[in-house]
Structure formats: structure tokens, C-alpha cells
């Protein structure tokens, strides 16, 4: 009987090292599907990406709907009166107080943008409604002014702001 190792690689040797790599691609061919199965699809991937809106055919004193990660986004082009009256709100009149010039971008402050979803119970409020020429909620009567801020029913808080940013003067993105 020999003790002594071979140096040459034998046919054995071969057979292992054979099997041992067809084992190796088979398990990562059953394992793929499970792994990849995990990522979101195409259509979850698409509704929550950015989107750009086209702000040419919104004429002064009118607003939009559009819908971003499943969310009516309202985008309003708001007169020089609304933002005038937005801006010369005092604070203490206000439930969330927040300035005008918080709410909007600079350079475009007649331009509004905020989610369409009354912070009361989640209502969809209704554009250019109510006392304040903003936003009026028809489930439990949450009024909003032109700013979005809350001034009148049982909304606690400010319709709230999306991510947004202008890519151009006539173009905003969401997201």
C-alpha cells in the first residue's frame, strides 16, 4: 500500500472537480428565480419614479390633478391676488402655521403644488372650493386656503408638499 500522493491529476481528481462545478451552476439556477422574484416589477417600479409635468397649458387661476406614486398631486398656477392673500395671512390665524414662501419655490410662487389628500381621514378635496379659494374636503368640511394650509374643520395639519423641483420654467418634476 502507497502513501504517497500523487502529483499528476487523475481521472478522479477530474470526475470531482467536474461534478463539484455542475453542482455549483445547478444551485444557483434554483436559486435565482426565488432571489429575483423578490424585486419589485416593472409597474411598481414605474409608478413610484418621477414625473414631469408640462406646466404651458395651465392658464392663470387654474389648477390640475395628476397622479404620482397613486396619489392625486394638485398643481395650481394661483393669480397674484391668491398669492398675494396667501402671503399676507398672519400666522396666528393659522392651525399649522406655515409660511406661504414655505410652501412654494422661489421664483414660482405662483405655482402650487401639494398632495390632494385631506390630512382629516384622507378625503380627496375639491380645487377653487370653500371660503379661502383653495380647497374645500366634502366628507367633513376641512377648508383649505390657496397655500394648502388648513384654516377651517377637523384637518389637523397642512395639505402636505410632494418632493418636486422646476427643471425649466414651463416644466416641473414630481418626485
Avoid at 35 to 42: E, F, G, T, V
Avoid at 55 to 82: C, H, S
Amino acid at each position: 500500500m502507497t502513501t504517497e500522493a500523487s502529483a499528476e491529476p487523475t481521472r478522479r481528481d477530474f470526475l470531482y472537480i467536474a461534478t463539484g462545478a455542475v453542482a455549483a451552476v445547478g444551485a444557483a439556477a434554483a436559486v435565482w428565480p426565488f432571489i429575483s422574484q423578490m424585486n419589485p416589477d416593472a409597474s411598481t417600479i414605474a409608478a413610484g419614479a418621477p414625473i414631469e409635468v408640462d406646466l404651458t397649458p395651465i392658464a392663470e387661476g387654474q389648477d390640475i390633478k395628476v397622479f404620482w406614486r397613486g396619489q392625486p398631486i394638485y398643481i395650481m398656477n394661483r393669480t397674484k391676488k391668491q398669492v398675494d392673500e396667501a402671503r399676507n395671512t398672519p400666522l396666528a390665524d393659522l392651525k399649522d402655521p406655515e409660511t406661504d414662501q414655505a410652501r412654494t419655490k422661489e421664483g414660482h410662487e405662483n405655482w402650487l403644488v401639494v398632495v390632494g389628500i385631506c390630512t382629516h381621514l384622507g378625503c380627496i378635496p375639491i380645487a377653487h372650493e370653500g371660503n379661502y379659494d383653495g380647497f374645500f374636503c366634502p366628507c367633513h368640511g376641512s377648508q383649505y386656503d390657496s397655500s394648502g394650509r388648513i384654516r377651517q374643520g377637523p384637518a389637523p395639519l397642512n395639505l402636505p408638499i410632494p418632493p418636486y423641483q422646476f427643471v425649466s420654467d414651463t416644466k416641473v418634476q414630481i418626485g
